[in-house]
């Protein structure tokens, strides 16, 4: 099992960045991607989840309307794009496959440093 992100990212205040993590080793479908940030010196904070196999997604409720989750079955790839970018949005973003019905993460991507800065 392998989850790949997408590289390093800076972006200013106000733009979007759209973060890539491409699964291989399983069948894509078959588990949840859950995506995970963590800012420094913070712990780690789940965003929500998305299901590859009809879309079906659930956001925390401090993200909802500004992040949106998508996973396309073609290229066995997620993605999660945050909108209205400030400077607490800096922090390394993970994709983890979790399984079905969601209970732990067992597989992590490496991570994927976005900086918001002017």
């Known amino acids: 099992v392998q989850l790949v992100q997408s590289g390093a990212e800076l972006r200013n205040p106000g733009a979007s960045v759209k973060v890539s993590c491409k699964a291989s080793g399983y069948t894509f479908t078959s588990y949840y991607i859950d995506w995970v940030r963590q800012a420094p010196g913070q712990g780690l904070e789940w965003m929500g989840r998305?299901?590859?196999?009809?879309?079906?997604?659930k956001y925390a409720q401090k993200f909802q309307g500004r992040v949106t989750f998508t996973a396309d079955t073609s290229t066995s790839t997620a993605y999660v794009e945050l909108s209205s970018l400030r400077s607490e949005d800096t922090a390394v973003y993970y994709c983890?496959?979790?399984?079905?019905?969601?209970?732990?993460?067992?597989?992590w991507g490496q991570g994927t440093q976005v900086t918001v800065s002017s």
């Open positions: 983890a496959r979790n399984v079905k019905p969601p209970s732990y993460l067992d597989s």
């Open positions: 998305i299901d590859p196999e009809d879309g079906g997604t």
